[in-house]
């Protein structure tokens, strides 16, 4: 079993850029499809972006791509999110979670472990 621990949000200007961690205690880290999410209050827990177990390949929602940016060292234990070009609309919680298998799913019911989440807030 792998858990979870998420860190870097924070209170940003849109515009701002912000890295979020998510390291991972337990054996067998580099096993894991990594998944990071987003909810908002008042909405649905939605798909961010996730890598796969060596780092070679990576999926992203629309809302994200080309601002955001994750990647992972599996010698750290460790995933990380760049995120630039901040917008208002991207004020959630932000979680990171270990998939299923190889895939990079998009769906938050196919996750596993959860991290407890770390707020990131832009401000207009």
């Known amino acids: 079993q792998v858990q979870l621990v998420e860190s870097g949000g924070g209170l940003v200007q849109a515009g701002g850029s912000l890295r979020l961690s998510c390291a991972a205690s337990g054996r067998s880290f580099s096993n894991y499809v990594i998944g990071w999410f987003r909810q908002a209050p008042g909405k649905e827990r939605e798909f961010v972006t996730a890598?796969?177990?060596?780092?070679?390949?990576?999926a992203y929602a629309d809302s994200v791509k080309d601002r955001f940016t994750i990647s992972r060292d599996n010698a750290k234990n460790t995933v990380y999110l760049q995120m630039n070009t901040l917008k208002p609309e991207d004020t959630a919680v932000y979680y990171c979670?270990?998939?299923?298998?190889?895939?990079?799913?998009?769906?938050?019911?196919?996750?596993?472990?959860w991290g407890q989440g770390t707020q990131v807030t832009v401000s207009s």
């Open positions: 890598i796969s177990r060596g780092g070679s390949n990576t």
């Open positions: 979670a270990t998939g299923p298998g190889w895939l990079l799913s998009r769906k938050f019911d196919e996750y596993n472990s």
